[in-house]
């Protein structure tokens, strides 16, 4: 299936990312993917490793409440919001391709040629991805002053268009 869509801005915005989003049942919880990563090794856990799988949440022990003066027994990546976890919900820049899966053999899966990112994240009864063809870094606090110099603004009268390539599993 292929999607198009293509609009014309109405006043001067800064976005965080602009895409087709996709709704699908909550079951819909593996993430699999790869991508053009700008380095060569990354620990496997890492969020931004250029492939793997990532589940919308681990076991449950993870996600209780912790004593914060304690360590936790699991690793950043599974650190895990009502979204899912940190490596199911990050942004995937450049993908070749991602799929969204259930337990059954049932997926989605996105085709691209390195310009796009992705992004994954549960939201009560579903699962939502994102498929966008414009991403800026993000607006977190700590991040600001390098994002700041890489952010691009919309203008108005300016147009945005994207392609999305999909496979119904």
Wanted: hydrophobic share 35%; net charge positive; glycine share 8%.
């Amino acid at each position: 299936m292929r999607i198009s869509y293509q609009f014309t801005v109405t006043h001067d915005v800064n976005p965080r990312q602009i895409g087709l989003v996709f709704d699908l049942p909550r079951t819909w919880d593996a993430l699999s993917w790869q991508r053009n990563a700008p380095y060569t090794v990354y620990p496997e856990d890492q969020i931004g490793r250029p492939a793997g799988t990532a589940r919308a949440f681990g076991t449950k022990a993870e996600y209780e409440p912790v004593d914060l003066r304690q360590e936790p027994n699991w690793p950043w990546s599974q650190d895990a919001t009502e979204g899912g976890t940190r490596d199911f919900r990050t942004t995937r820049e450049h993908i070749l391709w991602c799929k969204l899966a259930d337990g059954v053999g049932q997926s989605v899966k996105i085709l691209s040629d390195g310009n796009q990112n992705t992004r994954a994240w549960v939201e009560g009864n579903k699962v939502r991805l994102l498929v966008a063809d414009f991403s800026n870094l993000g607006a977190a606090p700590f991040f600001g002053s390098h994002a700041s110099k890489e952010n691009i603004s919309l203008k108005a009268g300016g147009t945005l268009k994207g392609v999305v390539r999909l496979l119904l599993h």
